[in-house]
């Protein structure tokens, strides 16, 4: 059974960085995790990345 976990991805996109949080379970991998930040930046920022430079990584992740 998969639990649920919170992680916090750190971010670049062109001249923006940072880290946000999102919920995934222990049995996804860092691919899922990524492009679950990389879908509630998009929602935040109002529908699109800037064009640009993109680094993304998985710094933690914790039981929920």
């Given at each position: 059974?998969?639990?649920l976990q919170v992680?916090?991805?750190k971010y670049q996109v062109a001249t923006y960085q940072g880290e946000i949080t999102v919920n995934c379970f222990d049995d996804d991998d860092d691919g899922v995790v990524i492009a679950k930040a990389k879908q509630k930046l998009r929602r935040e920022c109002g529908g699109s990345l800037p064009f640009g430079y993109e680094s993304f990584e998985v710094v933690e992740r914790e039981d929920a």
């Open positions: 059974m998969s639990r992680a916090g991805v």
